[in-house]
Structure formats: structure tokens, C-alpha cells
T-cell receptor, first 116, second 116 residues
Framework: DTGVSQNPRHKITKRGQNVTFRCDPI?????LYWYRQTLGQGPEFLTY????????KSRLLSDRFSAERPKGSFSTLEIQRTEQGDSAMYLC??????????????FGPGTRLLVL | AQSVAQPEDQVNVAEGNPLTVKCTYS??????LFWYVQYPNRGLQFLLK????DNLVKGSYGFEAEFNKSQTSFHLKKPSALVSDSALYFC??????????????WGLGTSLAVNP
């Protein structure tokens, strides 16, 4: 399968614990996006990378959230000291920047986080 | 400000009947428009996009969408609905003048229920 993959698919954690999610993009894609989605809402932009550079981070993203893409391939999203409000689906998408403004983002299956 | 509106939270249609899921947008400049579908507990799947040219765009699974510049709309259509089309549908837009900022602006989604 050459699509975007995310691990784990589900995560249950206790409030205050740290969690880390991984995203593997489509292999030739140089852009990688993280979104958060809660029930009944559209995807909410968190951050994105071009190769290993983090180009933008949402103002909604608190200091407890950090993302990396150290070698320009896979990316990790870490949430420290989780809160119940962090419960959501975390979506990763990748794209090819050379496509220009018409680039299409391709999504992974998501990681569903439940903070108890 | 850029925005996307999906005026219907839910659309119900009988199997075999045509379906329409509505989307209107507001951007400065020319829009790039996208439709995605999301099945329960899954990520978003790309259906189709409008870049330029023919106002009728054909996509995956028999879906098509019609771009109407004067009405700033991009409604998703299918001539004959299937029960398996039941899912959440998202419309998204990006301005052609977006430059290096390729973030998509998302609608809140429309839940489509196809009844047997």
C-alpha cells in the first residue's frame, strides 16, 4: 500500500500522560500536514512541513503540542500532559509541492485519541 | 476572508435517486475547489477537484461536481445514489493566489444518508 499511513490507529490514555503519533506520507511527497478533527467538525489545521522544515504552526496549537519531521520523511506529533479536550481524531495528509497551488492533499486513516 | 459553507448538515436520498450535496465558497481571486468523503472512523478520501477549464468535473465512484462562478458554488452530484455512498462529505477551497501557503479552508461537512 503506497498511501499515507498513521500509527497507532487508536490511543486511549489518562489525563496528564504524553502521547506520540506517527505519520508516514506517500513516499515522493515533500509536504506533510497535521489536522485535528472533532465530532461534527471539519479538519482543523495544526501544522505543516515542507521536507524537514516546519513552515507554519496554528495559533490554536498550545505549547503542549510539538511536531517533527527530522529527515523529511515520516513525522511525529507529540502531545504532552494530555487533557480531556485533546480527545479527537488526528489526521495526517501529504502532498507534492511542485504541483503548485492546485496540489491535492492525500489523507491517512487518522489516529483517534481518547483522554480519560 | 476565505470561507466555505455547506448549508445542509444532512441530506437524505433514496437509493437510485440523484443526489446533490451543496457547497458555496468565498475567496479572493480564482478558487481551487475540492471534495473529500469520510467514512466512519476513517480518514478523508479525495473525490475530485476543480482547477480550471470545464465547469463539470468528474471524480471517483461516479461523483461529479459543477463549478458555478457567478453563484460561487461547487455542488457535488451523482446521478444514482448507492447505499454505500452514505458518509460525511467535505468541501474545501484554496485561492489560486495563495502562493506558498497551501492550506485548505474546510466546510463543516454534510452527512449523506442513502436509504435502501
Amino acid at each position: 500500500d503506497t498511501g499515507v499511513s498513521q500509527n497507532p490507529r487508536h490511543k486511549i490514555t489518562k489525563r496528564g500522560q504524553n502521547v506520540t503519533f506517527r505519520c508516514d506520507p506517500i513516499s515522493e511527497h515533500n509536504r506533510l500536514y497535521w489536522y485535528r478533527q472533532t465530532l461534527g467538525q471539519g479538519p482543523e489545521f495544526l501544522t505543516y512541513f515542507q521536507n524537514e522544515a516546519q513552515l507554519e504552526k496554528s495559533r490554536l496549537l498550545s505549547d503542549r503540542f510539538s511536531a517533527e519531521r527530522p529527515k523529511g520523511s515520516f513525522s511525529t506529533l507529540e502531545i504532552q500532559r494530555t487533557e480531556q479536550g485533546d480527545s479527537a481524531m488526528y489526521l495526517c495528509a501529504s502532498s507534492l509541492v511542485s504541483a503548485g497551488p492546485q496540489e491535492t492533499q492525500y489523507f491517512g486513516p487518522g489516529t483517534r485519541l481518547l483522554v480519560l | 476572508a476565505q470561507s466555505v459553507a455547506q448549508p445542509e448538515d444532512q441530506v437524505n436520498v433514496a437509493e437510485g435517486n440523484p443526489l446533490t450535496v451543496k457547497c458555496t465558497y468565498s475567496v479572493s481571486g480564482n478558487p481551487y475547489l475540492f471534495w473529500y468523503v469520510q467514512y466512519p472512523n476513517r480518514g478523508l478520501q479525495f473525490l475530485l477537484k476543480y482547477i480550471t477549464g470545464d465547469n463539470l468535473v468528474k471524480g471517483s465512484y461516479g461523483f461529479e461536481a459543477e463549478f458555478n462562478k457567478s453563484q460561487t458554488s461547487f455542488h457535488l452530484k451523482k446521478p444514482s445514489a448507492l447505499v454505500s455512498d452514505s458518509a460525511l462529505y467535505f468541501c474545501a477551497v484554496r485561492a489560486s493566489s495563495a502562493g506558498n501557503n497551501r492550506k485548505l479552508i474546510w466546510g463543516l461537512g454534510t452527512s449523506l444518508a442513502v436509504n435502501p
